[in-house]
Structures are given as C-alpha cells and as structure tokens.
C-alpha cells in the first residue's frame, strides 16, 4: 500500500503529460498556466507554510525568472537558461531576506511588500536587460536543439519541472533542514532553545523558495514569450499568495488545488457569460466575483481546499459499503473488563 502510494503521484503526472499531447491548443494551454502557477505556489509555500515567512514579492522574483531565461535563452543557453533563472531569482530570494531576517510576521511581511516596488522600477529602468516599459522579447525555448513552441510541448515541460520541484520539496522535508523550517515555523525561541540555527534555517528556505520561483518565472517567459514589468506586479504576488492560502498552506495539496482555482476561476466565469450571452456583464463582474468567492470560501473553510478535499472523501468513504468481514470467535472464558477484542 506504501509502494503504491509513492507512485500515485509520478502516474498521475505521466497521465497528464500523456493527456496534455492530445488537448487542443487552449486545453493545453491551460495545463501549462496551471502548472507554471503551481510551481511558484510550490516555492511560496515552502517559505509561507513550511517556513512560516510571509512573502509579497513573489511577483517580483517571477520577474527576475522571466528576464534572467529571456536574456540567456536569447544567448543560447538553451534549456540552461531555466537554471540560470532559478540561480538568479535565489540570490534575489537571499538578498531579500538577509536585511530581513531580524524581522518577524508583519515586519517581514512589509519589507517583501518594498522589495516587490524596487524591483519592478529596476525592470523598468534597466533598459540594457529589461527592455523598459516595452518589455524584453523572448525567443521559444530550446530542447536538445529543437524550439519547443506548441503548447502541448509546453505543457508536457511545465509538469515535468512541476514534478521535480514536488520531488525535491518532498525529499527536502524529510531531511533536517526541512525539519527544522518546521519547527522555526511554530516558534523560533523554541527552535533556538533545541539548538537550530534560525537564520541559517531561513536563509536555506530564501534560496530554495527563490529557485523554484526562478523556475516558474522562466516558464512564463517562454510560454508568453515576452517579459514585461506590467506583467510582474504587486496583483501577480497577491494571486500567488492567494493560491496557497486557498489552496491550504503548509499542505502538500494546496499549491496545486490553489493554482487550478486561482487560474481556473476566471477562465469559467469568462466561459459561463459568453455561453448565456452576458459576457461584458460578467467580464465587469469578474474581478468582484472573483474575490468574494475567495472571501466566503475562507471564511466557511479557512484551511483551505486540501482541507475540504480531506472531508469529501471521508464523506465519500463513508458512504461505500464497508468490504471487511467479521469473523465470530467463539470463547472459551470471559473477557475481561475493558478487553480490547470485546
């Protein structure tokens, strides 16, 4: 049962890619934005659920993926130009959070939030690497020498690099480090007091969120071919925030429930007011809508979906017919008082 357990998770991404190559161009393309969403919900919710460190310049470090693997697959670098990404956005991430790591909850919160700013004036003045306001063209990823441009190809990409960053995590949190992240996460005078190094801990927790934020932010370079800093705004950290908070933070389903909401959502209002004819009404409605749908599920269910997804299926379980057999064992003495086998 343990074994496939394990395995659930590697077959249920080796279906999808299989499905991704055999969607429509917009099925697929809705793949891949949910995927590259839940990758960076993966790398915040290491930092936020794991970590306990709240981040709003999530957007931002996207940013830095985006340009980073514009400028270096425009280079050459290939299929490279991701990991220079993740590099870049990590040492981004670690710059971040030093000045900050005497600062806790709210403190550190604001500090991400004037990191967020900085950083998009700097897309916009940095001409030389970012283009300016007219935003840095990007030329379609390389694969072993070939472009990848179809979006299934694409989708195919973004749920592999969506299942090594899972993996990854997954190892991650097994080892000490990740251990201890948890424990900073609950108390950090309690974390000293067991002899972690807090602010070791958190700089490990900067860089590894940074990186595969990095990641995430290439993808969305060579999947919209274009970075530009309007792209890359404070609206972009709160949806990311919102996608592990929705989702359930600190759970290892949230990211991906959270980034199928968070992408999803508009798409089927925009889909249910062309289909009834209501389209500009509801395209005036949908931000709104959007946000009081989030509003009323925290606040019926404010552990999120993972939570929600829990309940279901116990419900669901509930309701089957039970397949144990009960077996009457005849006895030859009395049971005791309190016997357990009673």
Known sequence: MATLRKLAVPILFLVTMLASLTLGRFGAYLVHSVAIAAIGALGLNLLTGFCGQISFAQGALLGVGAYTAGNLGNAGWGIWAIVGAGVASAMTSLAIGLPALRLRGLYYAIATLAAQFILEYLFKILEPITNGISGLLIQPLKLFGRPVVGDQALAVLSLALLLAAYSFLRWLMKTNVGRAMLIVRENELVAKGMGIDVARTKIWAFVTSGFITGV???????????????????????????????????????????????????????????????????????????????????????RGLSALLRRLVRWVSSLLPSTRTSVLTVKSHPSPPGDPNE
């Open 216 to 302: 995430a932010g290439a993808m969305i370079g060579f999947t919209t071919r274009l970075a530009n800093p309007e792209a890359f705004q404070l609206s972009l950290s709160v949806d990311q925030v919102a996608m592990i908070i929705v989702g359930g933070q600190g759970t290892w389903a949230g990211p991906f429930l959270g980034a199928a909401f968070v992408v999803l959502l508009p798409e089927a209002i925009q889909r249910t007011g062309e289909a009834f004819d209501i389209a500009r009404l509801l395209f005036a409605l949908r931000d709104m809508a959007f946000g009081l749908l989030i509003i009323l599920f925290l606040l019926f269910e404010p």
